[in-house]
């Protein structure tokens, strides 16, 4: 099967391209002597992850959970704040022999966690700057949370995800530097209150690539790297041609008064994230390449996304071939995560345009 | 089952708001005496279809095409430009005897067409402002095609897409009136060159509520009216209270310092449309109320989406009880078609929170 003869869009991914991302971030981390448990919540793919030789790995969904669990990954970290109902799924899927690991930040809840009569291990949440979830490093709380979970508690967690508003090099440094230091702080505090701390996980894709000293963590959890963006690569954390993933489109009209192709993935497709919109340099819904993933068109921008259309603005310079109905092109994520989740399968290239495999992934919840 | 049974997040559908959107629109194309040839493009679901007592339908999808044909449906239009690759799918479709119609505005791709063993019936796409597909209606292109079509010309749509940038019932009926005279301008021009026109297809949502005259069509295209939005209430085409789909959520964290709650439903569970944004009224990422649809929580809108969580910014005056972790709440769509396109099935209520039906969508292409 070749990617002209694939229906779109659809999703291809660049295993190569993949190989080297994964490469790349199981060095980065392993050169702090500290373990990698990547992030699914991006790939949902077991062979994504196999190939990443993971052993212990965090997901996003209880759909992602199950999905993993039932294909042999047995230490999972549900990294989203559990409630009373869904640890009763987790409670079903360690009974099957799985060793979910759940999170919390509130009081109620690890009250009810310890209840449980076979709790699952748990990480308190810390807020190291994000302000989405988790306890700040030195609220009271934290101990008051610890001395509920009793002997299910494992450790601290925390997600610098707003090292995304980073412009530069230095900047990513200092969230690195406080999403650390404020994990190991708390971690330090329940260990003077007494407590094992065997765990102390931090790490977005960001602050895994910049981070200088990761004294004091015992493990990472980025996930986008697998893949990158064209956001990712405007933020400098991932190089623009290492983006592993984008959709295959095909053009169903032209409108040459507005300079303008329209292509069969619009906003379900592509999703309607616009991170690069923050950015100096807004790259719309996507940017189109060849079949081949070349940059043969310059800036050709997805300017506009309708459910089904997208209207591509082709390069007011460089002049772009004529490409009649049905030609095949592919649009590079603007936001990865939001532009995968649409997709069922990868249809994954080594070389050239041949399908070498059929990947599935796990959407829902 | 009972909504506090559902894992979240989840899609809701009330069926009693459902059917009145259902007869409002009815009623509203049949007091023309013209055709209703409802857009599934939203719902996805047989059973919707059905409620709708549609025989005649519009798909957005090939996935929905074959979908609705092997579920009974024989009349579809797939109203999205074809390509050379998916007039095969739908010659099988028809093959299989499914009368799926396709659309063109491409001199080639009529050749190609009319080339075919069993041509499908086409209609000529008509471009009445919304500048997405189609010819416009004086574009001497217009008879070169159906020239080239021949005997599988089966008339014209167009789609008033630009409609949603009206502000008001007035500018909805200037909007309306451009699109019904475009198309019938364009099916006069092909009539007088003796071309047989017996399909005049035209319709968005806000334009088959407002016409006043649909001298010379023969059908329309609605298909949002059927859920309806926040920002379909916003812009005056949807009445507030006749929002039949929400997503269901838990609440799953407490920033009380930023009057937020954080609840399981992100930027994928809602998408990250944000239409209401273009008007005076920006609601975010969706509004919550309250489990049985109740607006019991004022102003309380999700103010940022991540992957999976959603910060709820509660209303600022009114005050909003205290949501202990694991609370069942719903959020209103900004957009509801993108909104919906997360799940893969819908939880049907009538009355309270007893879940009465699940009914399937068909997601993907």
Same mark, same amino acid.
């Given at each position: 099967m070749r990617l002209a003869d694939l229906p779109t869009p659809c999703l291809v991914l660049d295993r190569r391209i993949l190989q080297h991302n994964l490469a790349w971030m199981a060095h980065a981390v392993a050169r702090h002597g500290v373990g990698l448990r990547p992030h699914m919540k991006t790939a949902k793919s077991v062979d994504v992850a196999r190939l990443a030789g993971a052993s212990a790995i965090t997901v996003s969904t209880l759909a992602e959970?199950?999905?993993?669990?039932?294909?042999?990954?047995?230490?999972?970290?549900?990294?989203?704040?559990?409630? #009373?109902?869904?640890?009763?799924?987790?409670?079903?899927?360690?009974?099957?022999?799985?060793a979910v690991m759940v999170i919390t930040d509130d009081l109620d809840m690890a009250g009810h966690i310890a209840g449980q009569v076979l709790p699952p291990r748990v990480l308190i949440e810390i807020d190291t700057g994000? @302000?989405?979830?988790?306890?700040?490093?030195?609220?009271?709380?934290? =101990?008051?949370?610890?001395?509920?979970?009793? #002997?299910?508690?494992?450790?601290?967690?925390? @997600?610098?995800? @707003? /090292?995304?508003?980073?412009?530069?090099?230095?900047?990513? =440094?200092?969230?690195?530097? /406080?999403?650390?230091?404020?994990? !190991?702080?708390?971690?330090?505090?329940?260990?003077?209150?007494?407590?094992? !701390? #065997?765990?102390?996980?931090?790490? /977005?894709?960001? %602050?895994?690539?910049?981070?200088?000293?990761?004294?004091?963590? %015992?493990?990472?959890? #980025?996930?986008?790297?697998?893949?990158?963006?064209?956001?990712q690569a405007e933020?400098? %954390? @991932?190089?623009?041609?290492?983006?592993?993933?984008?959709?295959?489109?095909?053009?169903?009209?032209?409108?040459?008064?507005?300079?303008?192709? !329209?292509?069969?993935?619009?906003?379900?497709?592509?999703?309607?994230?616009?991170s690069t919109e923050a950015t100096g340099n807004d790259q719309g819904f996507g940017l189109m390449v060849d079949v081949l993933g070349r940059r043969s068109y310059g800036r050709s921008i997805v300017g506009q996304a309708y459910q089904e259309h997208g209207m591509v603005d082709l390069d007011p310079i460089l002049p772009v071939p004529y490409l009649p109905i049905g030609s095949k092109v592919r649009i590079l994520p603007n936001h990865t995560c939001l532009m995968v989740a649409a997709y069922d399968r990868y249809f994954v290239v080594d070389e050239g345009d041949t399908v070498a495999a059929i990947w599935p992934r796990v959407n829902g919840w």
């Open positions: 959970a199950e999905y993993f669990v039932g294909h042999g990954f047995s230490d999972v970290l549900y990294a989203v704040g559990i409630t #009373p109902q869904k640890l009763e799924q987790v409670a079903k899927l360690n009974a099957s022999g799985a994000e @302000h989405r979830g988790g306890l700040a490093p030195d609220d009271p709380l934290l =101990l008051d949370i610890a001395e509920r979970l009793g #002997p299910c508690l494992q450790g601290v967690m925390s @997600h610098a995800g @707003h /090292s995304y508003g980073g412009r530069s090099p230095q900047e990513m =440094l200092r969230y690195a530097e /406080s999403e650390r230091s404020g994990a !190991v702080f708390a971690a330090d505090q329940l260990r003077a209150a007494g407590h094992a !701390v #065997p765990i102390v996980s931090i790490g /977005s894709s960001p %602050t895994a690539r910049a981070a200088v000293d990761l004294a004091g963590i %015992t493990e990472m959890r #980025p996930g986008v790297y697998m893949f990158g963006d064209l956001f933020i400098g %954390t @991932h190089r623009g041609e290492d983006i592993a993933v984008s959709v295959l489109a095909s053009v169903i009209g032209h409108r040459p008064a507005q300079n303008r192709v !329209v292509i069969d993935a619009g906003a379900i497709a592509l999703s309607k994230d616009r």
